[in-house]
């Protein structure tokens, strides 16, 4: 049987409500059909409610705690073993184009960084320079989000090529010529970095379907990670009076750890938090400025995800022309969740309620997986590595503490793990948490405190009822607290079976 080509698209940030599929409000029609032609998982999870442990968890098939790059600000060491150049030896061609985010965003001598100042703006070296990069034989790349200042890399290079001379007005200083902009972005949509990141797919979608080689590429979308900002017509493509924005329940941060309720405070003190060097923990601070905001950001928030489902269309429209479409398994997803007032809360932080570390889940592929059909098994980013290897014939996932969702994917298994487990290791030593999800409960410990949180997701789907210092409660609490036990046991590597007695 010739092998199938792999295609994973992902967006950034996307709460798993901000798809067509799960909200009427939200128009994503080529990620609708994607669904109508695939199964949708409804009970997929993060690794880590962060980029760079989030990203790196799906190129490592390792958890954040194993492959190291545990928090924001560090990186994915280039010696931990990646899927790309496993599939490689196994004749595949692999490439990354848009959001890598292995790496962080200052390069120093000790901790050098591609995707760091100041070699982001060395375009004399993003010219020649295209990979490796991780498993990526070639890349394109980028680093920023909207119209932040880390614009450069191969995305400006791009707009460059297209003739747009004056992109610079176009973004914030001191890369750019101006300061941040709000909901609506002077810059064009054709100089959008998602009509970049298709035309780049494309153009190597092309090359493979030529030479006739299998492949491996990961189309990586910014959106709809804040700043919310879009071009237009998009900033006003959804109307921010008839959008639902959700809202704290009162008295449901009564229970919950301190963090929650300086949320909810003016001017909290959250010095308790803070380390030396004065990284900054995200979430930890007032929301309460964030709310009023919070319709025309959303609805903004929806316009990005439109813009960048169009484009999505075209790499997916592009693989049918090519001809690719049927021996290629698609599978859309997204890197971590995002809050839009659900609990009173905006953006991110570690508050691992579902809107946070739950998050959408599509696969498609053509006479394997069975079309239009919803599965609540569990799926984690961290399966996706030794599932592709297992599809692409591409030998054993040793060391990977992900499972293999082949069977499961295709139907012929119901699910192949009964829980997921989220870490969040935000700060080395002030926010270290870890989350454990079952079927009907959900529980989170923090290292060396005595708080924590326990819901039960079948009697109190929106999470408001912590039942952590719950006596009646008190036996769930303690067979889940296992769990998380029995998964760090249960990462030992297993590099080959047991063959003999001795």
């Known amino acids: 049987m010739k092998r199938p080509n792999i295609l994973l698209i992902t967006s950034d940030q996307q709460h798993w409500q901000a798809l067509g599929i799960n909200n009427p409000q939200v128009r994503t029609p080529s990620l609708d059909l994607l669904a109508s032609r695939g199964v949708v998982f409804t009970r997929a999870y993060c690794t880590n409610p962060t980029c760079t442990p989030a990203r790196a968890s799906v190129i490592t098939g390792k958890m954040p705690s194993r492959h190291g790059a545990y928090s924001l600000g560090t990186k994915l060491f280039e010696t931990e073993p990646v899927v790309g150049d496993m599939l490689q030896k196994a004749g595949y061609r692999t490439a990354l184009v848009g959001k890598a985010h292995f790496q962080q965003l200052l390069d120093t001598p000790e901790y050098r960084s591609l995707e760091g100042e100041p070699i982001l703006h060395d375009f004399d070296f993003w010219r020649k320079f295209h990979g490796p990069f991780y498993g990526f034989e070639r890349v394109e790349l980028a680093r920023n989000h909207a119209d932040e200042n880390h614009v450069g890399q191969h995305y400006a290079l791009w707009m460059e090529g297209k003739g747009f001379s004056s992109w610079r007005d176009c973004f914030e200083k001191p890369t750019g010529n101006r300061g941040p902009q709000t909901h609506k972005w002077n810059l064009p949509e054709k100089y959008h970095q998602d009509p970049w990141i298709a035309e780049k797919s494309l153009e190597l979608l092309k090359g493979f379907r030529a030479r006739g080689e299998p492949f491996f590429l ?10 919310y900002l879009v071009p237009e017509p998009w900033d006003t493509a959804y109307d921010p009076g008839s959008i639902a924005v959700p809202k704290m329940t009162p008295g449901e941060h009564d229970h919950n750890p301190p963090h929650f309720k300086m949320t909810q405070q003016c001017n909290p003190d959250v010095s308790v938090y803070e380390e030396k060097g004065g990284n900054w923990l995200h979430g930890v601070h007032s929301h309460l400025d964030l709310l009023p905001t919070l319709p025309k950001d959303t609805a903004v928030y929806y316009g990005m995800v439109s813009l960048m489902d169009k484009y999505i269309g075209k ?21 971590h969740g995002h809050f839009l007032g659900q609990h009173g809360l905006a953006a991110k932080g570690p508050f691992h309620y579902e809107d946070m570390v739950k998050i959408p889940f599509i696969v498609r592929w053509p006479g394997r997986v069975p079309a239009g059909r919803t599965s609540s098994a569990f799926q984690s980013l961290v399966d996706l590595a030794p599932t592709f290897l297992r599809l692409a014939s591409a030998g054993p996932a040793g060391g990977m503490d992900g499972v293999d969702q082949s069977e499961t994917w295709t139907g012929g298994r ?12 935000h700060n080395p030593t002030t926010m270290c948490l870890n989350t454990c999800v079952d079927a009907r409960w959900k529980i989170t410990a923090y290292l060396g405190r005595p708080y924590g949180e326990l819901f039960d997701l079948v009697n ?15 036996g769930e609490k303690e067979r889940l607290l296992r769990l998380p036990v029995f998964t760090e046991m249960g990462k030992e590597p297993l590099r080959m079976p047991r063959i003999c007695g001795a």
């Open 218 to 227: 990961w189309s990586s979308f910014f959106d709809p990670h804040p700043p």
């Open 460 to 474: 109190d789907p929106g999470e408001v009822h912590n039942l952590w210092d719950d006596s009646a409660a008190s």
């Open 315 to 335: 790499i997916l429209a592009g693989l049918e022309d090519l001809g690719l479409a049927e021996n290629t398994i698609v599978v859309f997803t997204t890197d």
């Open 414 to 425: 119901a699910s192949a793990r009964d829980h997921a487990v989220v870490e969040n290791r």
